[in-house]
């Protein structure tokens, strides 16, 4: 692991052999009996049949970097791998490449589809996992699970039979989410609510007796064919005298009652709403307590079913829409047809518009599982970044649903339930969905083999549990549960938990409910909801929308650490991480940038310190020089501020502490500074390499969490380590490393500011790069003062100064005024022709006057005042302040010339 440097970083030669160096070694696998404090993060399980997209990049990233922190920091820190088995999508790649060679599901049978689906998992599985350890995961892959392994099944049956055995599980008829496109069941929250243009469609119902019509509103004319009755509000005046009459359904000549319900919000519409009890949820509530039928009129795939007049059989709901529109307009019962903006329900995982739909569905009852969760958060346990997302998660578990977890798949866990299929005549009927023969139902945590009641033969039933009934257990049944293992009781509860805030819903505040349910605390007490990957146009990064980024296609380009540093460093605390999937080298610029120069850092400090580094320890504290002291000093704040943001989950703060001090402090000011020492040409080497060398390790030991493969690769050619270490299993610096000196810092800053000042001036009059130039200091501080005395050399090599002196300066020159008053002044007069420089500045000056004069026209004028937005008055105000003060700055250049007016 210690080859030279290659002159060029080039991270495909050093990235994927390092990550097989720390898997050999196992580096990142935690025994139960580990010392250290416990800090666990599990992974929110990527679908088995992904790859890896920019969303990952992003949260996987970030546990990384939070992990890698925790365990340099001494603790016991596991971050527990595992997959999905995904139930929807992982099915429906499967059936599309069935359907390739003209097959479905039904054609194999359930064994044989499944078994398909296995082995396509088998052959595909580890691909989203490998794409993680280029990415840098330092997770125990030893203890990579799989949410349909027979560990995780027994739990996912163990949690079902107990919440069943209490209750809380039940089967019923309720209006689900329904996907024609699936063919499954969804909840709630698997349902992605798109607001878009639509229609609010009002037809006439004509009133029994003939003595008028009632008109309603509704955005489905279809679900028109399932409509029993008509609602009103109770106090709704225009229709009191019409409660408990008869309409009649124009295109079905069917009678309906008219009843009053305090549900009906008679500012919609008209404030008569048709009650389709089969096909809306209010409605199927409106239909209980009145007792009205529920008239299913559409089958699993969206279509016009047999309780529909003949001619709306077979029909598209969507192509039935039409026609029913058709044919109340034909009737002269179509009152009118509104633009209406409302939300449509789409298949989160098919983007179909979702059908409400009456069903007999299996039910978990959320209440008595929210309460307590919900407890939790007000008691102060459980702490969320941003804090905001604390009240979205309250308000949910304040109004929580009961959740459908019953899915129309073949894939998944398949619902332990058996219906015995047994009369009592002895004769066995395959036919009977539930109940059957003598009407047993059992629920068990094993696989039963007969009847307990009669002896009689038994069918499990076809449904397959919701993907997020496993995943939601993961937090404990990835550690052996319900066995009392060694593990459980080592890694439970968790730490932290971060991810999108897209799933809070789905599952993390499921997680807390079960944790809390079955395990008896919280799975975890921080939830850091990250922001989403967007482009520039602010779009969420969507394979339909095409604005995708590949993070596998920025790794082989760039390297996992610029991937890192870039998602790292370009999203604070509450914000969304802004890429342009057009224009890759721009996006990850700052993560490739930072990565070559800090390999520039290491070649060039690395060949000066092949001979060797003393430890700091063994450096006489009075050879070190101001610099020194300096550079220790920030690497002291470095030290305080990284610790401090990491802590804080400000992990951009915490990266941004560490790029400064490398680029700026240690490149671009110490290490300029410590040259003559480094090359010999002055004394003290001994001290400047054992300085360099050991802030060198300190900042690299900082930056390794978010960029592990360049800072291994350099950290394990400084001296002083032992062969073979790591730098992932080094500790992280503490401030005591470094020590801090406030004098050093005012007094080194002073040398900075009178080195910037002169380069200023040579940059603004135009000073060829290789003259010399003179400099006057005058009206020294006491500060600036000590900064010549101690770096009077470094001020004058670095800002290539022929002469320092302090005094008056006399005759032209450039002059610019520190911050605490002392005049640095860098006579002109031969450096360059005075005349022409003098109309320059003024021919800018005049420039700029005019752009003035025209700013301020422009603002005065009432009618842009008036029209224009807020935003772009201040842009131009800030223009007009912007050119004034560079006249102004232009002027005081020629008075300091001595320029003629």
């Given at each position: 692991?210690?080859?030279?440097?290659?002159?060029?970083?080039?991270?495909?030669?050093?990235?994927?052999p390092?990550?097989?160096?720390?898997?050999?070694?196992?580096?990142?696998?935690?025994s139960?009996?580990?010392?250290?404090?416990?800090?666990?993060?599990?992974?929110?399980?990527?679908n088995?049949?992904?790859?890896l997209?920019?969303?990952?990049?992003?949260?996987?990233?970030?546990?990384?970097?939070?992990?890698r922190?925790?365990?340099?920091?001494?603790?016991?820190?596991?971050?527990?791998?595992?997959?999905?088995?995904?139930?929807i999508?992982?099915?429906?790649?499967?059936?599309?490449?069935?359907?390739?060679?003209?097959?479905?599901?039904?054609?194999?049978g359930?064994?044989?589809?499944v078994?398909?689906?296995?082995q396509?998992?088998?052959?595909?599985?580890?691909?989203?996992?490998?794409q993680?350890?280029?990415?840098?995961?330092?997770?125990?892959?030893?203890?990579?699970?799989?949410t349909?392994?027979?560990a995780l099944?027994?739990?996912?049956?163990?949690?079902?039979?107990?919440?069943?055995?209490?209750?809380?599980?039940y089967?019923?008829?309720?209006?689900?989410?329904?996907?024609?496109?699936?063919?499954?069941?969804?909840s709630?929250?698997?349902?992605?609510?798109?607001?878009?243009?639509?229609?609010?469609?009002?037809?006439?119902?004509?009133?029994?007796d003939?003595?008028?019509?009632i008109?309603?509103?509704?955005?489905?004319?279809?679900?028109?064919l399932?409509?029993?009755?008509i609602?009103?509000h109770p106090?709704?005046?225009?229709?009191?005298?019409?409660?408990?009459?008869?309409?009649?359904?124009?295109?079905?000549?069917?009678?309906?009652p008219?009843?009053?319900?305090?549900?009906?919000?008679?500012?919609?519409?008209?404030?008569?709403?048709?009650?389709?009890?089969?096909?809306?949820?209010?409605?199927?509530e409106?239909?209980?307590?009145?007792?009205?039928?529920?008239i299913?009129?559409m089958?699993?795939?969206?279509?016009?079913?047999d309780?529909?007049?003949?001619?709306f059989?077979?029909?598209?709901?969507?192509?039935?829409?039409?026609?029913?529109v058709?044919?109340?307009?034909?009737l002269?019962?179509?009152?009118?047809i509104?633009?209406?903006?409302?939300?449509v329900?789409?298949?989160?995982?098919?983007?179909?518009?979702?059908?409400?739909k009456?069903?007999?569905q299996?039910?978990?009852k959320?209440?008595?599982?929210?309460?307590?969760?919900?407890?939790?958060?007000?008691?102060?346990?459980?702490?969320?970044?941003?804090?905001?997302?604390?009240?979205?998660?309250?308000?949910?578990?304040?109004?929580?649903?009961?959740?459908?977890?019953?899915r129309?798949?073949w894939?998944?866990?398949?619902?332990?339930?058996?219906?015995?299929?047994?009369?009592?005549?002895?004769?066995?009927?395959g036919e009977?969905r539930?109940?059957?023969?003598?009407?047993?139902?059992m629920?068990?945590?094993?696989?039963?083999t007969?009847?307990?009641?009669?002896?009689?033969?038994?069918?499990?039933?076809?449904?397959?549990?919701?993907t997020?009934?496993s995943?939601?257990?993961?937090?404990?049944?990835?550690l052996?549960?319900?066995?009392?293992?060694p593990?459980?009781?080592?890694?439970?509860p968790?730490?932290?938990?971060?991810?999108?805030?897209e799933?809070?819903?789905?599952?993390?505040?499921?997680?807390?409910?079960?944790?809390?349910?079955?395990?008896?605390?919280i799975?975890?007490?921080t939830i850091?909801?990250?922001g989403?990957?967007?482009?520039?146009?602010?779009?969420?990064?969507?394979?339909s929308l095409g604005?995708?980024?590949?993070?596998?296609?920025?790794?082989?380009?760039?390297?996992?650490?610029?991937?890192?540093?870039?998602?790292?460093?370009?999203m604070?605390?509450?914000?969304?991480?802004?890429?342009?999937?057009?224009d890759?080298?721009?996006?990850?610029?700052?993560?490739?940038?930072f990565?070559?120069?800090l390999?520039n850092?290491?070649?060039?400090?690395?060949?000066?310190?092949?001979?060797?580094?003393?430890?700091l320890?063994?450096?006489d504290?009075?050879?070190?020089?101001?610099?020194?002291?300096?550079?220790?000093?920030?690497a002291h704040?470095?030290?305080?501020?990284?610790?401090?943001?990491?802590?804080?989950?400000?992990?951009?703060?915490?990266?941004?502490?560490?790029?400064?001090?490398?680029?700026?402090?240690?490149?671009?000011?110490?290490?300029?500074?410590?040259?003559p020492?480094?090359?010999g040409?002055?004394?003290?080497?001994?001290?400047a390499?054992?300085?360099?060398?050991h802030?060198?390790?300190?900042a690299?030991r900082?930056?390794h969490p978010?960029?592990?493969?360049?800072?291994?690769?350099?950290?394990?050619?400084?001296?002083?380590?032992?062969?073979?270490?790591s730098?992932?299993?080094?500790?992280w610096?503490?401030?005591?490393?470094?020590?801090?000196?406030?004098?050093?810092?005012?007094?080194?800053?002073?040398?900075q500011?009178?080195?910037t000042?002169?380069?200023?001036?040579?940059?603004?009059y135009?000073v060829?790069?290789?003259?010399?130039?003179?400099?006057?200091?005058?009206?020294?501080?006491?500060?600036?003062?000590?900064?010549?005395?101690?770096?009077?050399?470094?001020?004058?090599?670095?800002?290539k100064?022929?002469?320092?002196?302090?005094?008056?300066?006399?005759?032209?020159?450039?002059?610019?005024?520190?911050?605490?008053?002392t005049k640095?002044?860098?006579?002109?007069?031969?450096l360059?022709?005075?005349?022409?420089?003098?109309?320059?500045?003024?021919?800018?000056?005049t420039?700029?006057?005019?752009?003035?004069?025209?700013?301020?026209?422009?603002?005065?004028n009432?009618q842009?005042?008036?029209?224009?937005?807020?935003?772009?008055i201040?842009?131009?105000?800030?223009?007009?302040?912007?050119?004034r003060?560079?006249?102004?700055?232009?002027?005081?250049?020629?008075?300091?010339?001595g320029?003629?007016?």
């Open positions: 692991m210690t080859e030279p440097l290659a002159p060029q970083f080039d991270p495909q030669t050093i990235e994927a390092l990550y097989q160096w720390w898997t050999e070694r196992e580096l990142y696998r935690v139960a009996d580990a010392p250290g404090e416990r800090y666990v993060i599990q992974m929110p399980p990527p088995v049949t992904a790859v997209h920019a969303g990952h990049g992003l949260t996987y990233t970030i546990q990384d970097v939070l992990t922190f925790e365990r340099m920091r001494g603790a016991k820190a596991l971050w527990l791998p595992g997959t999905d088995h995904a139930g999508a992982t099915q429906n790649v499967v059936e599309k490449l069935l359907a390739k060679n003209g097959q479905t599901r039904f054609d194999l359930r064994d044989a589809f078994e398909q689906v296995w396509f998992v088998r052959e595909t599985g580890s691909t989203i996992l490998d993680l350890k280029a990415l840098g995961a330092s997770c125990d892959w030893s203890r990579t699970y799989f349909l392994d027979p099944s027994r739990a996912v049956r163990e949690v079902f039979v107990r919440l069943h055995e209490k209750g809380l599980i089967r019923g008829k309720y209006i689900i989410n329904w996907c024609p496109r699936c063919l499954t069941a969804l709630n929250e698997e349902v992605e609510k798109e607001e878009r243009d639509g229609s609010l469609w009002h037809f006439k119902y004509p009133i029994e003939g003595s008028g019509f008109t309603i509103a509704t955005t489905r004319p279809e679900t028109i399932g409509d029993v009755a609602a009103v106090t709704d005046e225009r229709y009191r005298a019409l409660i408990g009459r008869n309409v009649r359904v124009p295109i079905l000549d069917r009678l309906i008219i009843v009053a319900d305090d549900v009906v919000d008679a500012t919609f519409g008209t404030g008569a709403v048709k009650v389709t009890p089969a096909h809306d949820a209010t409605d199927f409106i239909g209980r307590r009145h007792n009205l039928a529920a299913d009129i089958t699993d795939d969206a279509k016009i079913s309780a529909a007049p003949e001619r059989r077979g029909l598209d709901r969507f192509v039935a829409r039409k026609r029913v058709a044919e109340f307009d034909q002269g019962l179509l009152d009118k509104e633009k209406h903006r409302n939300a329900g789409r298949c989160y995982r098919c983007d179909t518009v979702v059908e409400p009456l069903s007999d299996w039910f978990v959320m209440a008595p599982l929210a309460a307590p969760a919900l407890q939790a958060y007000r008691d102060g346990r459980l702490t969320f970044i941003p804090e905001h997302q604390g009240d979205n998660y309250a308000t949910w578990m304040e109004n929580i649903r009961d959740w459908c977890i019953s129309q798949l894939w998944g866990h398949r619902i332990p339930v058996w219906y015995c299929n047994q009369d009592q005549a002895g004769e066995t009927r009977k539930q109940t059957g023969g003598c009407g047993n139902i629920v068990s945590r094993d696989t039963p007969q009847c307990d009641k009669c002896g009689g033969a038994l069918r499990q039933d076809d449904d397959v549990l919701d997020w009934f995943s939601w257990l993961v937090t404990f049944s990835s052996g549960w319900p066995d009392k293992t593990d459980l009781a080592a890694f439970y968790g730490t932290t938990m971060v991810t999108a805030p799933i809070l819903f789905f599952w993390v505040a499921r997680m807390i409910m079960a944790g809390i349910e079955f395990m008896g605390e799975p975890f007490s850091y909801l990250h989403t990957v967007r482009d520039t146009q602010h779009r969420k990064m969507s394979k604005n995708g980024i590949d993070p596998v296609e920025v790794i082989n380009r760039y390297g996992a650490d610029a991937l890192r540093y870039t998602v790292v460093s370009g604070s605390v509450g914000t969304d991480l802004i890429l342009d999937p057009a890759l080298d721009t996006s990850f610029a700052s993560g490739r940038h990565a070559n120069k390999w850092i290491g070649r060039f400090l690395l060949g000066h310190l092949e001979s060797g580094a003393a430890p320890a063994s450096i504290p009075s050879t070190l020089t101001l610099a020194d002291r300096w550079i220790l000093s920030r704040e470095t030290i305080v501020t990284a610790t401090q943001h990491n802590e804080r989950f400000r992990l951009n703060e915490a990266a941004g502490a560490v790029y400064h001090f490398l680029w700026s402090d240690l490149a671009d000011w110490y290490l300029e500074q410590v040259k020492r480094l090359y040409t002055q004394p003290g080497g001994d001290t390499r054992a300085v360099a060398a802030v060198f390790d300190i690299l900082l930056l978010v960029m592990p493969f360049v800072t291994e690769t350099l950290w394990q050619r400084l001296p002083n380590h032992a062969p073979d270490a730098i992932s299993l080094a500790a610096p503490v401030s005591t490393e470094a020590p801090t000196n406030a004098g050093a810092i005012t007094d080194f800053e002073s040398v500011a009178i080195i000042a002169v380069r200023v001036l040579r940059a603004e135009g060829a790069p290789g003259l010399s130039v003179n400099v006057t200091v005058g009206d020294a501080s006491k500060l600036a003062q000590r900064a010549i005395d101690a770096e009077g050399e470094t001020i004058r090599r670095l800002a100064i022929e002469s320092l002196s302090l005094g008056v300066s006399s005759g032209p020159g450039a002059t610019k005024v520190l911050d605490d008053g640095i002044t860098v006579p002109l007069g031969e360059v022709d005075m005349d022409k420089e003098c109309a320059r500045l003024g021919a800018e000056a420039k700029l006057d005019g752009l003035v004069v025209a700013q301020e026209n422009k603002l005065a009432e842009f005042v008036s029209r224009a937005p807020p935003a772009v201040e842009k131009e105000r800030e223009k007009l302040v912007s050119w003060t560079q006249a102004e700055s232009l002027r005081e250049q020629r008075r300091s010339l320029c003629a007016d």
